[in-house]
């Protein structure tokens, strides 16, 4: 029989002429991915989709965004749950795309990779009758890997353009769109308050590429026209002088031993966490 999903699990919106934004309203803000849509002259690109909870697929198709007649590829910019999930519904129809480095963690479903960290109290609804939070996981799922300066044709010379920025995982991507002067950068970097808030202490974070990858990022914006960062969480950023700023403000907040030893110890910490899934049980938020 088929299961009869929440109809109001997905919000999406047009955010430009060929750009639509979907999240996850009934899922909490912290953990709530942007998945976004371009609709390019001969195919389209989705990157990332979400949890899985729901299907995406069906919800852009009911949309009319999304047409068996036309190529839809899908790229993950990293494992993480709340970004590759929902890539299981596109598997046996559409391309998907993750970075060689991680791309075992995908395509085995490995819980130390994917994190998995839902929890009852961040469901505002059930996204279909009875589901279980404590049961749910990040499916193996049939993807390929790419690497840095792959290019995805999107027809009519409209490519977008991946550049690989380990440190939030070994296999973080951000997508470079020249034709629009934009970036989607995953969570690479998104306006978290702080820079030195962006989350390198996961188990397959590694602060010294995240540093490496900071740096080569704030001179490659110093070198480029951007006009739009589309994020994998929170507010979309109308200029590039706030991500510079958020970069730099996490390259200064590692510039002692002390700091980089919180991340080692929080890291260590975190694995054994993940890996035993020891939050389906922990009390705390």
């Given at each position: 029989m088929t299961r009869q999903e929440n109809s109001a699990w997905f919000n999406t919106q047009q955010i430009d002429s060929n750009l639509y934004l979907t999240t996850e309203k009934q899922f909490f803000e912290g953990n709530r991915s942007n998945i976004w849509l371009i609709r390019g002259p001969a195919r389209d690109l989705i990157i990332d989709c979400g949890l899985g909870v729901c299907n995406l697929k069906t919800h852009l198709e009911?949309?009319?965004?999304?047409?068996?007649?036309?190529?839809?590829?899908?790229?993950?910019?990293?494992?993480?749950?709340?970004?590759?999930?929902?890539?299981?519904?596109?598997?046996?129809?559409?391309?998907?795309?993750?970075?060689?480095?991680?791309?075992?963690?995908?395509i085995n479903g490995r819980q130390v990779d994917t994190l998995n960290y839902v929890k009852p109290?961040?469901?505002?609804?059930?996204?279909?009758?009875?589901?279980?939070?404590?049961?749910?996981?990040?499916?193996?799922?049939?993807?390929?890997?790419i690497l840095d300066g792959h290019q995805i044709d999107l027809g009519a010379g409209d490519e977008v353009i991946i550049k690989h920025v380990p440190g939030h995982t070994r296999g973080s991507i951000v997508c470079y769109y020249p034709k629009e002067r934009s970036l989607f950068t995953g969570d690479f970097v998104y306006d978290c308050g702080h820079g030195g808030d962006l989350f390198d202490w996961l188990p397959t974070s590694s602060v010294r590429d995240y540093l490496r990858s900071a740096n080569q990022m704030i001179d490659w914006l110093d070198e480029n026209e951007i006009d739009r960062i589309y994020p994998g969480h929170f507010r979309i950023l109308n200029e590039k002088n706030r991500v510079r700023e958020l970069?730099?403000?996490?390259?200064?907040?590692?510039?002692?031993?002390?700091?980089?030893?919180?991340?080692?110890?929080l890291q260590t910490l975190t694995s054994g966490f993940f890996r035993a899934g020891c939050f389906r049980c922990c009390p705390c938020g």
């Open positions: 009911n949309l009319q965004l999304l047409d068996s007649n036309r190529e839809c590829i899908v790229l993950c910019t990293h494992v993480h749950f709340d970004h590759s999930g929902g890539a299981k519904h596109f598997e046996n129809t559409n391309q998907i795309f993750i970075h060689q480095d991680d791309y075992q963690g995908l109290n961040h469901f505002f609804q059930e996204p279909y009758e009875n589901f279980s939070a404590r049961n749910y996981r990040v499916l193996p799922t049939k993807c390929e890997p970069l730099q403000q996490y390259v200064d907040s590692k510039d002692d031993c002390c700091s980089r030893l919180t991340a080692a110890c």
